[in-house]
């Protein structure tokens, strides 16, 4: 299948790019943004708060595979339908801090659209750091298949 | 035993990034790589199958001998973490969009 979703990712830079074409009209890409239950959906996420609105907060957690729940939240800044939406977002339990994100939302014809989200980190390892986790969980999901047979088999 | 073979799986295994590391530096017969470990060849014939699987070696026909060698495109894959970070969003994105594909306003 044919991979939609462009990541840009500048050496020695703080920041990345997501950028992704949909086959949605633009109303419907920023309402799975904005109506709770679909974010829940399509992030895997339970979402306890979010205010769609400047000074709004918002909070999910999530659980991982393993069982373990992971808390996030930020602060959002700009809540524009159908263009942008400015909002912080940070890891609990993690030392990460907060990220700074620029959501931009653009049509393209009556039938498709575009994201583009724009991530600032506090530096260059934060980011990387960020960029390597599903890599991580990758290896260790191995790990633990892994685990799971050697265990069948003695 | 039916596995889902992935490069995550193939460098998740410690005599297998070692099997990696050696055919690196040349290409080399099933029976020179087993010769560098304890285990058996049977052991060992099996870590070569599964980073074959992986695309990792590649095979190549010397006179009547097997060589395998590194397909260090493959590898390169894989030290591009990026990757991970971009199927993740590209799998939540792919969500949405059939999500949204279904929506019927209330």
């Known amino acids: 299948m044919e991979m939609k979703t462009k990541v840009h990712v500048e050496e020695g830079k703080q920041e990345l790019l997501i950028s992704r074409e949909f ?25 306890i708060k979010l205010e769609n609105k400047k000074h ?9 595979p393993m069982g373990n729940k992971h808390g996030f939240h930020g602060t959002i800044h700009a809540f ?9 977002f940070e890891m609990e339990n993690a030392d990460f801090g907060p990220q ?3 959501l931009e939302f653009e049509e393209i014809d009556d039938k498709t659209s575009k994201l583009t989200m724009h991530v600032i980190f506090r530096s260059v390892e934060i980011r990387d750091e960020i960029l390597k986790l599903p890599f991580r969980q990758g290896i260790n999901m191995a790990h633990n298949r892994l685990q799971e047979i050697v265990k069948k088999l003695t | 035993m039916e596995l889902r073979r992935d ?32 285990s058996s060849r049977q052991t060992i014939s099996k870590h070569i199958q599964i980073l074959s699987e992986c695309e990792l070696l590649q095979q190549k026909q010397k006179g009547r001998e097997i060589h395998y060698h590194l397909n260090a495109l493959k590898l390169k894959e894989i030290a591009d973490f990026v990757e991970p970070f971009r199927k993740l969003w590209d799998d939540r994105f792919n969500k949405l969009e059939s999500i949204m594909k279904n929506y019927q306003p209330k």
């Open chain 1, 80 to 88: 524009i339908p159908d263009e942008k939406i400015t909002r912080t």
């Open chain 1, 23 to 47: 086959d949605l009209p633009i109303h419907l890409l920023f309402k799975a943004y904005e109506e709770p239950e679909i974010v829940e959906q399509w992030m895997g996420t339970k979402v």
């Open chain 2, 7 to 38: 490069v995550f799986q193939a460098i998740a295994d410690p005599t297998r990034r070692a099997i990696i590391a050696l055919v690196a530096m040349q290409a080399m017969t099933p029976g020179a790589i087993a010769g560098n470990f304890d």
């Open chain 1, 56 to 64: 709004g907060s918002w909070q999910f957690i999530t659980t991982d």
């Open chain 1, 100 to 102: 700074l994100e620029f």
